[in-house]
Structure formats: structure tokens, C-alpha cells
């Protein structure tokens, strides 16, 4: 079975300064990660995603994240927010080695970001 | 192209009531997952279909909760007898099955907003 931790429930920050969401996961098996991104009133989006290859995965947005194995963790990261970026974040694995893509999610970040 | 939709948007109901929720996925989509974000629990799967089979249903909470798809496309999860603690928004997501396991992207529709009184 698959866990994933959240570590921070709230996030605020003030435009143009740089945001840390992080998580943590554990698994007995090698896993896939996602960051999905969660607008007021929208539905969760895909922001993106760790299959294999470099640990350093990015976003269209300036989001980007880091896979590292040793720490168990897939922590996303911007170097400078923007108004727009408030959401609630949810950190995601799926477990390698089956046929299915079902998700465990952490709790969600929610980030706001103050002018 | 069109998303995953669903519906009703918001729902409420008496207890002991029954509710159908709908999904339609994004055509082509063979994946079906449906999954519950609640207050107290976060978001949590519930089940997950291929084509109109079901080889996962190990998050449907009880025996009220059931789900169904027909002709590889539409899904009805239905709650029998509801109960105050199944308050929650019920999302459904589909996606391709291309790769290999667990690496597709979900697709998630907007959600029902589900009040039971």
C-alpha cells in the first residue's frame, strides 16, 4: 500500500516570493508521481507528473519538482508566485508494476497568495 | 475537445434517500476511476473501472455504495440508503491506457456536491 504525506495544510505567501509545497511518500513498491492543482471552483488539473528518467520535472507554469528516492519525496517548488497560483495542491502516487492508474493522495496544500 | 462531465453539480438529499451520480468520460477514454474528497477523509479512491468492468472496488465504503458503466463510456455510482456521513463531493476521472500502469494522466470532471440532510 502507498501513503502520502502533506506536510504543510496552508501556505501563504506574498506575490513574487518563492513557495515550497512539500511531500513525502511511502511504498513498499517503486511508484509514479503527480502534483494536481486545484482551483476555486474548478476541477483537479494535472500540474505534473514523475514517471522515470530526470529527477527534475517542470510545468508550463514555472512549477517545477523533484523526485528523490533516498528521501521519499516529490517536493514542488516556484521561484516567484504569482496571484493566480492560489489553489490547494495535492500531492499523488500510483503504484508501479500494476495495470491501473489508481491515485493516493496526501491532504492538499492550499496556497494563497497575498498581493 | 470536451472534458469529463458530470452530473448533477450539487445534489441534496433526506437520509435514507437514494442518489445516482453520472460521469461521462472523455471519448475514447477506457479508464474510469471514481473517487470522494470529504472534509474529514481528503480525497479517497473509490473505484475503478476497465471498460464496463469493475477489477477494483476495494474503496466503495459499504455495500450501499455500487457503480456501474455501460458501452465503455457513461458511469452511475449510486448510494442506497444514504447516510449524513457520506456528505462529500464525488469525482470521476478518466484517462487512455496506453502505458503501462499507473503512469496515465487522470482527467478529472468538475464533481457532484453531495448534502445529505
Known amino acids: 500500500a502507498q501513503s502520502v504525506t502533506q506536510l504543510d495544510s496552508q501556505v501563504p505567501v506574498f506575490e513574487e516570493a518563492p513557495v515550497e509545497l512539500r511531500c513525502n511518500y511511502s511504498?513498499?513498491?517503486?511508484?509514479?508521481l503527480f502534483w494536481y492543482v486545484q482551483y476555486p471552483n474548478q476541477g483537479l488539473q494535472l500540474l505534473l507528473k514523475y514517471l522515470s528518467g530526470s529527477t527534475l520535472v517542470e510545468s508550463i507554469n514555472g512549477f517545477e519538482a523533484e523526485f528523490n528516492k533516498s528521501q521519499t519525496s516529490f517536493h514542488l517548488r516556484k521561484p516567484s508566485v504569482h496571484i493566480s497560483d492560489t489553489a490547494e495542491y495535492f500531492c499523488?502516487?500510483?503504484?508501479?508494476?500494476?495495470?491501473?492508474?489508481?491515485?493516493?493522495f496526501g491532504q492538499g496544500t492550499i496556497l494563497t497568495v497575498h498581493p | 475537445g470536451a472534458g469529463v462531465s458530470q452530473s448533477p453539480s450539487n445534489k441534496v438529499t433526506e437520509k435514507g434517500k437514494d442518489v445516482e451520480l453520472r460521469c461521462d468520460p472523455i471519448?475514447?477514454?477506457?479508464?474510469l476511476y471514481w473517487y470522494r474528497q470529504s472534509l474529514g477523509q481528503g480525497l479517497e479512491f473509490l473505484i475503478y473501472f476497465q471498460g464496463n468492468s469493475a477489477p477494483d472496488k476495494s474503496g466503495l465504503p459499504s455495500d450501499r455504495f455500487s457503480a456501474e458503466r455501460t458501452g465503455g463510456s457513461v458511469s452511475t455510482l449510486t448510494i442506497q440508503r444514504t447516510q449524513q456521513e457520506d456528505s462529500a463531493v464525488y469525482l470521476c476521472a478518466s484517462s487512455l491506457e496506453r502505458l503501462a500502469g499507473g503512469q496515465e494522466t487522470q482527467y478529472f470532471g468538475p464533481g457532484t456536491r453531495l448534502l445529505v440532510l
Open positions: 471519448s475514447g477514454h477506457t479508464a
Open positions: 511504498s513498499s513498491v517503486s511508484v509514479y
Open positions: 499523488a502516487v500510483s503504484a508501479g508494476g500494476t495495470s491501473y492508474g489508481k491515485l493516493t
